[in-house]
């Protein structure tokens, strides 16, 4: 039994996987005064893992501290960190330098490699809204890079004088208040690029691509979509799954 651990910019995820199988699966906010004490409660009873992987995209501090919990609970495991390869298990990275692809974005696509053998775009909504497209022989066609509607919106209300911080309200297309408009801009405008990618790849690939969300912001921008996407939550985690699998000692 493996366990897989995923740092992003906000929340650690993690999950107990047997092969492919993901089982066991927790998260908390980084965030959080004691965060890492959480998860001693949640581990210590567990037998020692054959191994744990981790992906980071989120600070250092955090993961510094994640494997100082992983070390206190099983002496002698190690941690063992992912970076983007040139290439794993059919994916092909598209960056010149390979490593520099966030991790995150290049377990995604990996992870989406295992459910489907088409064209995809794969969209991580989470702090970050980022977007990459692979094609049907699982090449990499590179991927772009937006703040999520949150961030959208902070950067609104950080460089504006006359627009408050209300209670968030469900976007509607056009909004009949200064902050219900800002509220539908963001949130629309994120939608808005997903669909605007999945347009630019069915010109260029020739076929309309699989439409594939994960993060915690996926359910909340898929209902804006004009193209019909796949809610995949843990689609990093069954990236790392994947991974393990191609790299067993």
């Known amino acids: 039994m493996n366990l897989l651990l995923d740092l992003g910019n906000t929340r650690l995820k993690w999950a107990w996987c047997d092969a492919n199988d993901l089982g066991v699966r ?3 906010a980084h965030g959080e005064p004691d965060w890492a004490a959480q998860l001693r409660p949640a581990w210590r009873d567990c037998a020692a893992p054959e191994s744990v992987w981790l992906a980071v995209v989120g600070p250092e501090p955090a993961a510094t501290a994640l494997e100082s919990v992983v070390a206190s609970i099983w002496p002698g495991i190690a941690v063992r960190r992912v970076v983007s390869p040139a290439a794993a298990a059919g994916v092909v990275n598209a960056y010149a330098e390979p490593a520099r692809l966030g991790v995150d974005r290049f377990l995604a696509m990996l992870g989406a490699r295992g459910i489907l053998d088409t064209a995809v775009v794969v969209a991580g909504c989470g702090t970050a809204l980022a977007i990459d497209l692979m094609d049907a022989e699982g090449r990499h066609h590179g991927g772009v ?39 539908s801009g963001c949130w629309l405008a994120a939608a808005a690029l997903i669909d605007r990618i999945v347009d630019d790849a069915a010109i260029a690939l020739g076929q309309l691509p699989r439409l594939l969300l994960h993060g915690g912001d996926a359910p909340r921008i898929a209902a804006l979509l004009r193209h019909r996407a796949s809610l995949v939550p843990d689609l990093v985690l069954a990236g790392l799954a994947r991974w393990t699998t191609l790299h067993r000692d």
């Open 26 to 28: 927790g998260a908390v």
């Open 145 to 183: 890079i937006a703040p999520s509607p949150p961030r959208m919106r902070e950067a609104v209300l950080n460089s504006t004088a006359r627009v408050a911080a209300r209670a968030q309200v469900l976007p509607a297309t056009l909004g009949r208040s200064t902050e219900a408009g800002l509220e």
